[in-house]
């Protein structure tokens, strides 16, 4: 017979070896959640909920989209999955940039971190230029490729005297820090030298002058040789009517403006700003039926009229108004601008041998061509729409939507700012354009962070730089 002592000494080895194991398993648990433990929650921001909401259709270009030089295809679920919207000081400190001084010999920083910083003067034909130089030590660590230390800059003339503009209230914003002010938003003849052609090279796509051979670079903007070319608002003097600002609407298509009745509001700015797929017949009572500028690659064009001729877009609006501003993403944008300032056919690559009067019309003249300045897309990139793609094997081909180039571009050129159909929150309850006949989700692909320009929208209007039109 086994003793009482026995017994009792074989409940104690029992109830030590479960103890044991049981600290064991709480050690091993806790190891495996420390790394957790540490992160931090994302705090919302301005009162933004982080859950990934944005809005449908904000002037998107077509999903198909593919190009010759960055292909890339529909990834897979995990690599679609778009970063949660940063906080507030976290966009902010990675953004930071300095607003310049009007001097042309030096830029001085502009906020609570100043610091000076010294420009270079490239040589340029037909006029002074001087670069703009972000801040050069948080920058000392990241990868060429991103260009956030050398923009080229110039002195512009204020084109109005606005008192209350953007110019003069985005310096009391999160902004301000990173509002660079001498950065050309358009490139024209007087931009275009052999080290400015050295420098820009080096990146590809809208961000520089990578793949597109120099003569053909140096033929095409010689023939944007006038002042017009150069300025957005190129006509304010005959378009102002008295008035000190100018009003601009940027209307995106997407589908919060179906039945919203706001065309007559739009069409009532100074200015109407659309891109890719701008149908206007049978929706003026919510889009409004004016353009004075018309946003697009060549690529987002092509694919428009193809996707969306059924539906009735079938080029390009046409009008007396209407401006017609590149968004060079490969030579093909430089030839057809060729083409279309010289009323001659397109003389290789895609649309070789193609009229562009098919497109702009018969009376369009090369004043009415403008091409927006790689600089100012890589400065758009970097500094207010830098996604954490650009961490990723994707990065070469994460760019800003062309509706954020144009909105963004609008931002720097008026003085006060209207958005229409681009993102919000409750992007849901939309279809993904205001001409779709049935329900479309919107898609999100690796080559756009749109969740990230959602989360900007926001923080514009909340900043009052925008005002975004979203539903009550």
């Known amino acids: 017979m086994i003793s009482v002592t026995g017994m009792a000494f074989k409940r104690k080895l029992v109830l030590?070896?479960?103890?044991?194991?049981?600290?064991?398993?709480?050690?091993?648990?806790?190891?495996?959640?420390?790394?957790?433990?540490?992160?931090?929650?994302?705090?919302?921001?301005?009162?933004?909920?982080?859950?990934?909401?944005?809005?449908?259709?904000?002037?998107?270009?077509?999903?198909?989209?593919?190009?010759?030089?960055?292909?890339?295809?529909?990834?897979?679920?995990?690599?679609?999955?778009?970063?949660?919207?940063?906080?507030?000081?976290?966009?902010?400190?990675?953004?930071?940039?300095?607003?310049?001084?009007?001097?042309?010999?030096?830029?001085?920083?502009?906020?609570?971190?100043?610091?000076?910083?010294?420009?270079?003067?490239?040589?340029?034909?037909?006029?002074?230029?001087?670069?703009?130089?972000?801040?050069?030590?948080?920058?000392?660590?990241e990868s060429p490729f991103i260009g956030d230390t050398h923009y080229?800059?110039?002195?512009?003339?204020?084109?109005?005297?606005?008192?209350?503009?953007?110019?003069?209230?985005?310096?009391?914003?999160?902004?301000?820090?990173?509002?660079?002010?001498?950065?050309?938003?358009?490139?024209?003849?007087?931009?275009?030298?052999?080290?400015?052609?050295?420098?820009?090279?080096?990146?590809?796509?809208?961000?520089?002058?990578?793949?597109?051979?120099?003569?053909?670079?140096?033929?095409?903007?010689?023939?944007?040789?006038?002042?017009?070319?150069?300025?957005?608002?190129?006509?304010?003097?005959?378009?102002?009517?008295?008035?000190?600002?100018?009003?601009?609407?940027?209307?995106?298509?997407?589908?919060?403006?179906?039945?919203?009745?706001?065309?007559?509001?739009?069409?009532?700015?100074?200015?109407?700003?659309?891109?890719?797929?701008?149908?206007?017949?049978?929706?003026?009572?919510?889009?409004?039926?004016?353009?004075?500028?018309?946003?697009?690659?060549?690529?987002?064009m092509m694919n428009s009229m193809s996707r969306y001729a059924r539906l009735g877009f079938t080029g390009p609006p046409l009008s007396q108004e209407t401006r017609y501003v590149f968004l060079p993403d490969q030579e093909r944008d430089y030839l057809l601008m060729k083409a279309a300032a010289t009323h001659t056919t397109v003389e290789r690559g895609p649309e070789r041998t193609k009229d562009p009067t098919r497109y702009f019309g018969q009376n369009v003249t090369a004043e009415k061509m403008k091409m927006y300045h790689p600089d100012f897309v890589r400065y758009l990139r970097n500094r207010f729409l830098r996604s954490r793609n650009l961490k990723t094997r994707f990065k070469h081909i994460y760019r800003p939507t062309t509706g954020a180039v144009m909105l963004l571009a609008v931002l720097h050129s008026c003085d006060q700012v209207s958005a229409y159909g681009f993102m919000t929150p409750d992007f849901k309850n939309y279809s993904d354009h205001y001409y779709d006949k049935t329900y479309h989700p919107v898609g999100f692909f690796v080559n756009h962070d749109m969740r990230m320009e959602l989360t900007l929208w926001q923080q514009l209007h909340q900043a009052g730089l925008i005002t975004l039109y979203m539903h009550k």
């Open 16 to 141: 030590a070896v479960l103890t044991a194991g049981s600290l064991l398993c709480v050690y091993v648990l806790c190891v495996n959640l420390e790394g957790s433990w540490s992160i931090k929650p994302l705090r919302n921001l301005h009162g933004f909920s982080q859950k990934p909401n944005s809005s449908s259709g904000d002037s998107e270009e077509p999903q198909d989209r593919r190009n010759s030089s960055e292909r890339w295809s529909h990834p897979s679920p995990a690599s679609t999955r778009h970063p949660e919207h940063p906080s507030a000081a976290a966009l902010q400190k990675h953004t930071r940039a300095h607003t310049p001084p009007p001097t042309s010999e030096t830029q001085t920083a502009a906020g609570p971190q100043a610091a000076a910083r010294a420009t270079s003067r490239p040589e340029a034909v037909g006029g002074t230029r001087s670069s703009t130089r972000g801040p050069t030590t948080p920058q000392s660590t």
């Open 152 to 300: 080229m800059g110039e002195d512009v003339p204020a084109q109005t005297n606005c008192t209350d503009g953007v110019g003069s209230r985005v310096a009391q914003t999160l902004f301000g820090g990173r509002f660079l002010r001498r950065v050309p938003v358009l490139q024209w003849a007087n931009h275009v030298s052999r080290d400015q052609y050295q420098r820009l090279s080096q990146y590809s796509g809208p961000h520089g002058w990578g793949g597109v051979d120099y003569n053909t670079l140096l033929e095409t903007l010689s023939v944007l040789n006038s002042s017009a070319n150069g300025r957005m608002l190129d006509d304010w003097s005959r378009r102002s009517n008295g008035s000190s600002c100018s009003r601009c609407a940027v209307v995106g298509n997407g589908g919060i403006l179906k039945d919203s009745g706001r065309g007559p509001e739009i069409d009532s700015h100074h200015y109407v700003f659309r891109t890719n797929g701008a149908i206007l017949k049978g929706f003026e009572q919510d889009v409004g039926s004016r353009t004075t500028h018309y946003t697009f690659s060549t690529n987002t």
